[in-house]
């Protein structure tokens, strides 16, 4: 009988993953994750080039797991089998990270929120706007995609959020978009944008808590910087 044939990575390939069972992906570089990720459809081949050239490519975990199917296939060592293991994880990460924020307080535990914002929408070539719809206790109900492409006051209708919004019955909602430049400083069209939807909330009293912009590793909160505030005392004054 013929013996399973070894490879030059196989020993490090076992060494990665007794790392992993006994700390999890703390200490791994990425490219580490795209190899273990990667080993799981091709178990008879090193993986560790693929790996970072994958990295190098990509630039980043997310812009590997985020990679049009295509442009992932044109890195020697990934093919159709890894390509489905890649886009897998990646939706179930996502469904993971959505389901553990539906029902929290999104506004006293916001690291959920921009761990689930970031890992969505942190890492897309194209702007995503995201609405995030919230009870009465401010628990996440649902999240919807409202728009893709470049933000504009013609790309958001608050129309269009708010009948979102109401087919949940949501008391009130959050906003997010990303900025692929990674530079999350406002645009005039996103404070354009975020004050026409703050006072269509205000018309239908719900409440707009935040507009959160993801950038590269960070983020800029449209409620942090008082926008929300100075927002809603402008249409208080437009209305008295």
Excluded at 43 to 66: H, I, N, S, W, Y
């Amino acid at each position: 009988m013929q013996q399973n044939k070894s490879h030059k990575g196989q020993g490090h390939r076992q060494r990665l993953r007794e790392r992993f069972l006994a700390n999890g992906l703390d200490g791994f570089h990425d490219y580490e994750v795209i190899e273990l990720l990667l080993t799981l459809a091709t178990p008879r081949k090193d993986c560790k080039d693929a790996a970072k050239e994958a990295m190098t490519r990509f630039k980043t975990l997310q812009g590997v797991l985020e990679a049009e199917p295509a442009e992932l296939c044109k890195v020697d060592g990934i093919g159709p089998k890894n390509l489905f293991t890649v886009r897998l994880i990646k939706a179930v990460a996502d469904r993971y990270l959505k389901k553990k924020l539906i029902h929290k307080d999104a506004i006293n535990d916001s690291k959920a929120l921009f761990d689930y914002l970031y890992h969505n929408i942190g890492d897309k070539k194209r702007e995503f706007f995201k609405a995030i719809f919230l009870n009465s206790k401010n628990q996440v109900i649902a999240t919807n995609t409202i728009s893709e492409g470049t933000l504009t006051a013609s790309s958001v209708y608050p129309r269009e959020v708010i009948q979102a919004a109401l087919s949940h019955a949501a008391a009130a909602i959050i906003f997010a978009h990303n900025h692929p430049s990674g530079d999350p400083q406002p645009s005039s069209e996103d404070v354009a944008v975020t004050r026409q939807l703050v006072f269509a909330g205000k018309i239908m009293g719900m409440v707009v808590h935040e507009h959160i912009i993801i950038g590269e590793n960070r983020y800029f909160s449209f409620a942090d910087q008082g926008y929300i505030k100075q927002m809603n005392r402008e249409f208080e004054k437009l209305t008295a």
